[in-house]
């Protein structure tokens, strides 16, 4: 119940990024998510993708260093509190959340969210019984299709 998240590593410079951008627009590659770490020297990219496999494989051909990683995808109630709400559920369980970041879909009344965390299965145990929307890989793709 996990989505692919793949991240790119990008020198720090300008026009990196959109030297980055152009190579996925030329291939088709639409990003669904993104999120970006930097440092002077480089930054990181995290992006989920609509076809994760032909990224990788094209990443790989234009000579980009890049890591494959699973994380979670909910859908969380739009309202005040609802990052709480999950945010809550995980801390209560001990689980330690590395990162977030938010992605947008056509859905009334929703939010949608990436979660990195140290242990995915017991994230994923935890939310199901706590009545979280997890969604996967496939589902994700459906999602925008909409």
């Given at each position: 119940?996990t989505v692919?998240q793949?991240?790119?590593?990008l020198e720090?410079r ?6 980055f ?14 999120s970006i770490?930097?440092?002077p ?15 990788a ?5 234009a ?6 990683t699973?994380v ?7 309202h ?8 809550h ?23 949608y969210m990436i ?9 994923i ?15 994700l793709?459906d999602l925008f299709?909409?």
């Amino acid at each position: 119940m996990t989505v692919k998240q793949i991240s790119v590593f990008l020198e720090n410079r300008a026009g990196r990024l959109a030297e980055f951008t152009k190579v996925l627009r030329e291939n088709g590659i639409d990003m669904r998510a993104l999120s970006i770490a930097e440092t002077p020297d480089f930054g990181i990219l995290r992006i989920i993708v609509d076809d994760s496999y032909q990224t990788a494989c094209l990443l790989k051909d234009a000579g980009y260093i890049f890591s494959i990683t699973p994380v979670l995808a909910a859908a969380i109630s739009d309202h005040a509190g609802g990052l709480y709400d999950i945010l809550h559920i995980l801390g209560e369980n001990g689980i330690n959340l590395e990162y977030t970041y938010a992605f947008t879909a056509r859905q009334k009344d929703l939010a949608y969210m990436i979660f990195r965390v140290e242990d995915n299965e017991k994230a994923i145990e935890v939310l199901t019984r706590n009545n979280i929307k997890l969604i996967c890989q496939d589902e994700l793709h459906d999602l925008f299709r909409q």
